[in-house]
């Protein structure tokens, strides 16, 4: 059992890991979209996360903003090897 969650430990970190390794905000990296500029709609906010590899985490919790983000549409190619993925989420 605790083998399991090593492993489960150690796979969300290497996830989210992934998730910073673009982590310039605000910048598109030649895709039609911009990297980590959250946008308020009521309840719901909205972003794009932008990498290099089509690997996205399903969830994530920002802890500056303590906003957890939910995966809705991943690994959209920009054609150049970057890769975007839309994610919602709520404060929590």
Known sequence: MLKKLLAV????A???????TASA???SFGCS???QVPQK?????????????NSFA??????KTK??????IGGKSC????????YEGRKY
């Open 33 to 35: 979209v911009v990297d």
């Open 58 to 63: 399903n969830a994530f919790t920002d802890k």
């Open 41 to 53: 709609n009521g309840d719901i906010y909205t972003q794009y996360v932008i990498h290099k590899g």
């Open 14 to 20: 290497v996830l989210l890991g992934g998730i910073g």
């Open 79 to 86: 054609g150049n090897g970057y890769y975007y993925a839309f």
């Open 67 to 72: 906003i957890t983000w939910y995966l809705k």
């Open 9 to 12: 430990g150690a796979l969300s």
């Open 25 to 27: 905000s605000g910048k």
